[in-house]
């Protein structure tokens, strides 16, 4: 449940703070007051995607943060920053996550259903899923598409395998070329680095030959030597250390330091000696960079990409030119996963048609509670799908029927249903999967489009109904759903100096009576639509204690349908 919800320079939200309650929640007020900009704060919260677009005008970043009860329990406090840049950043209690996690985590206890979200029921691919929903078929359908997965894995590998003679040749021969090429070079990791080394040294060796032996002189040969100045040093130190003890650790480094000096000594004159400071071997090493860059430049970037490449061009060729040991291996492994996804996908797709009869008597039971009393539903499945056609689905397509009044033919949903009756069939389908979680989250962004009426007071009790298990937050214009509110919010605009402010105002007793009328009759007010608001409410408590009842009695059954 989302307890508190803090808006900052959203849209055209400045700043807006509002506490939602249990139950339903209905936001109410002009067009482009902002309603809808309170539901893509709530989506911004539970991972959905952000862009610069979203930051006000004038500001460097938009914040949305909510404190939010999830149905475990606990309290966790969820922020999102959005920059004017469309950089996104997301913390969940003041701990940097990243929007995939605030997915995870935030997702599972937040349903959207957007104002156009029910034109997805147009499409009939989509029909499957909800049955799955509906049945709580996600492990089985998991399954099928792990096995899926193996099978297409398996047969691409195969079809791999399986190129004509012509293919293979030229691939074999290309792959020769580019092998032997890299074997002619002969690199060793790290080597272009040893010898760029190695061309600085080469290039320097008469100054590295001079100062290794000016070096050796100073300390072991010159006039005054430094390790024979030393001696001199250490017998004061132990003289200075048998007349104050502060002076015995250095004493003690004596041996150490003579030998480092000594080893130092010894590198510097063989050191020298090992440069080879003719011309051609400076020019080897050229020679061997430029044929180590040129290869880099074929088979790169690095030397270790081109090793990388050795080892796999090496691979391919070994597995074409032994392609038809491993023919039988890889038939036998593609035709084994084909027979493990056929036995999942059927078991599948018998759960599937079992669960549909069951779904369609559902759904006709809850497409009558909104007004629409004698619509008949079915589900259909087309006879099993070709080979070709398989996906990690399964084997199923399925499709939606509907008949709206008694007399008429059942035809596909897409042909038939109007825009109210999609209203209605997706809040009806919206809230028949059960659920183990009563504090979830539904927001409804205007679902009464296309409705009116009665209609819209079905609707409205059938979202009051829904408040007893749910927590929803409804945008609406209708008078007769935001009626069946529990807790009522006006979002409302006013200028200040050049700029629109924006506030949320919860509204109760007269002033939610006001707030009813205006959206019955407009700005102009009358005692007889002042009246009507006041037998909307009284019609709404009437229903609440009809929600409270239904409430307690759920406590005990666990799931339901919605």
């Avoid at 099978?151 to 190129?163: E, K, N, P, S, V």
């Avoid at 369609?360 to 006879?383: G, H, N, Y």
């Avoid at 399925?398 to 009044?405: D, G, Q, R, T, V």
């Avoid at 059960?434 to 009665?454: R, S």
Wanted: net charge negative.
């Amino acid at each position: 449940m989302i307890r508190f919800l803090s808006i900052r320079n959203l849209a055209v939200i400045d700043a807006l703070e509002v506490e939602f309650g249990p139950g339903l929640n209905v936001l109410t007020g002009e067009t482009g007051a902002g309603k809808s900009i309170v539901v893509e704060a709530v989506g911004l919260l539970v991972g959905e995607r952000a862009s610069a677009d979203l930051v006000r005008t004038g500001e460097d970043t938009a914040v949305v943060q909510a404190i939010v009860e999830p149905p475990e329990g606990g309290e966790l406090i969820v922020r999102r920053e959005v920059s004017a840049q469309g950089r996104s950043r997301a913390f969940i209690d003041d701990e940097l996550v990243t929007t995939a996690a605030l997915r995870e985590r935030c997702g599972p206890f937040v349903d959207l259903h957007g104002q156009h979200e029910h034109q997805r029921l147009l499409d009939p691919a989509t029909h499957v899923d909800l049955v799955d929903e509906f049945a709580d078929l996600g492990g089985p359908r998991a399954a099928v598409g792990d096995v899926f997965v193996r099978w297409r894995t398996a047969t691409r590998a195969l079809d791999a395998l399986q190129l004509d003679e012509r293919q293979k040749a030229a691939r074999i021969d290309l792959l020769t070329f580019q092998l032997a090429e890299i074997d002619r070079a002969a690199p060793r990791p790290g080597e272009d680095a040893e010898l760029a080394t190695a061309r600085v040294v080469l290039a320097n060796a008469d100054r590295l030959q001079r100062l290794s032996g000016e070096t050796y002189a100073a300390l072991y040969e010159g006039d005054q030597p430094v390790l024979g100045g030393l001696g001199v040093v250490w017998r004061k130190i132990e003289e200075l250390g048998s007349l104050d003890p502060r002076f015995a650790p250095y004493l003690e480094s004596r041996e150490p330091i003579k030998a480092q000096l000594e080893d130092l000594a010894y590198f510097l004159r063989s050191y020298a000696a090992s440069i080879d400071a003719s011309p051609a071997r400076l020019q080897e090493v050229e020679d061997r960079l430029a044929l180590l860059e040129r290869v880099k430049r074929k088979h790169g970037p690095t030397l270790d990409d081109v090793l990388a490449r050795q080892e796999e061009f090496r691979r391919e060729l070994s597995e074409l030119e032994s392609a038809g040991a491993r023919l039988e291996s890889l038939q036998a492994a593609a035709h084994a996963a084909r027979a493990d996804y056929l036995t999942a996908a059927r078991s599948l797709s018998a759960a599937r048609r079992s669960a549909a009869g069951k779904f369609a008597r559902t759904l006709e039971q809850a497409v009558a509670e909104l007004a629409m009393l004698r619509t008949k539903c079915e589900v259909r499945f087309a006879p099993e799908t070709p080979e070709g056609a398989w996906t990690d689905r399964g084997i199923d397509q399925a499709e939606f029927y509907l008949s709206p009044n008694p007399g008429e033919e059942l035809r596909p949903l897409a042909r038939i249903a109007s825009g109210g009756e999609l209203s209605r069939l997706m809040l009806a389908l919206k809230t028949l999967a059960p659920t183990d979680a009563p504090g979830k989250t539904l927001v409804f962004d205007e679902v009464d489009v296309g409705i009116g009426g009665a209609v819209a007071d079905v609707v409205g009790n059938r979202l009051q109904r829904l408040g007893a298990r749910y927590q929803v937050l409804c945008i609406t214009h209708l008078p007769q759903i935001a009626a069946h509110g529990r807790h009522h919010f006006r979002i409302e605009n006013t200028v200040r100096g050049s700029r629109t402010v924006t506030s949320a105002v919860r509204v109760d007793g007269s002033t939610r009576e006001e707030e009813l009328a205006r959206m019955i009759g407009g700005s102009d007010i009358s005692a007889s639509v002042l009246a009507s608001a006041r037998d909307m409410l009284r019609a709404r408590a009437l229903g609440e204690q009809t929600a409270k009842g239904e409430r307690e009695s759920s406590k005990p059954k666990g799931r339901r349908v919605g």
